[in-house]
């Protein structure tokens, strides 16, 4: 079940990715930095933690360590958007991609694959914790309000 949710998460900011390549901006660049960032933190402070199954501790480390190499991708495609550079940055969004990519399959081959082997309350429990630490948008009102 959470690896399903993950899986769509990875197909979800590969899109954003596309739509940024399709149409560079500053717009696009934040919703896959939101994206990104959000899913990584959920995985390092949150998911990694509740594998305890040590033979897993290498990969851990090489994901978070790909984690750290595509966010400063993102933050050079951000300078590069700012600079008015858009070939520089559709460049470095596409070594963002191909390493997100790889890292992506790598994770789903991995840890996903172990998320499965918990009970169904434990995955509804991470993905509760995922919820809570979600951001309503500053101007969003509920339906009979507006």
Same mark, same amino acid.
């Given at each position: 079940?959470?690896?399903?949710?993950?899986?769509?998460? &990875?197909?979800?900011?590969?899109?954003?990715?596309?739509?940024?390549?399709?149409?560079?901006?500053?717009?696009?660049?934040?919703?896959?930095?939101?994206?990104?960032?959000?899913?990584?933190?959920?995985?390092?402070?949150?998911?990694?933690?509740?594998?305890?199954?040590?033979?897993?501790?290498?990969?851990?480390?090489?994901?978070?360590?790909?984690?750290?190499?595509?966010?400063?991708?993102?933050?050079?495609?951000?300078?590069?958007?700012?600079?008015?550079?858009?070939?520089?940055?559709?460049?470095?969004?596409?070594?963002?991609?191909?390493?997100?990519?790889?890292?992506?399959?790598?994770?789903?081959?991995?840890?996903?694959?172990?998320?499965?082997?918990?009970?169904?309350?434990?995955?509804?429990?991470?993905?509760? %914790?995922?919820? %809570?630490?979600?951001?309503?948008?500053?101007?969003?009102?509920? &339906?009979?309000?507006?």
């Amino acid at each position: 079940m959470i690896s399903l949710v993950l899986t769509l998460d &990875h197909r979800r900011l590969e899109g954003l990715v596309e739509d940024f390549l399709s149409n560079p901006s500053l717009s696009i660049y934040e919703k896959i930095w939101k994206a990104y960032t959000n899913h990584i933190y959920w995985e390092e402070e949150i998911l990694f933690k509740k594998i305890t199954d040590t033979s897993f501790l290498a990969i851990i480390r090489g994901l978070e360590t790909e984690h750290g190499s595509m966010w400063i991708l993102l933050k050079q495609t951000e300078e590069l958007l700012k600079s008015i550079e858009i070939e520089g940055a559709k460049e470095k969004i596409r070594e963002f991609m191909r390493v997100l990519l790889e890292h992506d399959g790598a994770e789903e081959g991995s840890v996903y694959q172990f998320l499965e082997s918990l009970s169904d309350e434990e995955q509804a429990k991470l993905i509760l %914790e995922d919820i %809570e630490l979600a951001e309503v948008p500053r101007d969003w009102k509920c &339906h009979a309000i507006t």
